[in-house]
């Protein structure tokens, strides 16, 4: 059973930084791309970044580009987020995701993702 849980969520001002982190067990994930999306009230959650696993493909949304970046950590089972420049609209519950993928195409719709963390809040104040 594919576990995944996040941790690092938080409070911020605007303008400031915040790393998200989710640690993943009970599979093996070479073929697997795994991504954060997002949650905001009364909307849809939306894709943020997304990576595979073995080759290291990432993608974005445009909303973030170039203030968020994606990694991961094979050996401890890691994927990353780390947030800059964060917005008020970047306040959302954040999601960890994992899903089957060819190794070159990082999917950005939720029917691309099997398994589920639970969130993490974050709330960018102005």
């Known amino acids: 059973q594919v576990l995944l849980v996040e941790s690092g969520g938080g409070l911020v001002q605007a303008g400031g930084s915040l790393g998200l982190s989710c640690v993943a067990s009970?599979?093996?994930?070479?073929?697997?791309?795994m991504a954060w999306f997002r949650q905001a009230p009364g909307k849809e959650r939306e894709f943020v970044a997304g990576?595979?696993?073995?080759?290291?493909?990432?993608r974005y949304a445009d909303s973030v580009k170039g203030r968020f970046a994606i990694s991961r950590d094979n050996a401890k089972n890691m994927v990353y987020l780390q947030m800059n420049s964060l917005k008020p609209e970047d306040t959302a519950v954040y999601y960890c995701?994992?899903?089957?993928?060819?190794?070159?195409?990082?999917?950005?719709?939720?029917?691309?993702?099997?398994?589920w963390g639970q969130g993490t809040q974050v709330t960018v104040s102005s």
């Open positions: 990576i595979h696993w073995s080759t290291g493909v990432a």
């Open positions: 995701a994992a899903g089957w993928s060819s190794p070159w195409l990082v999917q950005s719709t939720k029917d691309g993702y099997s398994y």
């Open positions: 009970g599979g093996t994930f070479d073929s697997y791309s």
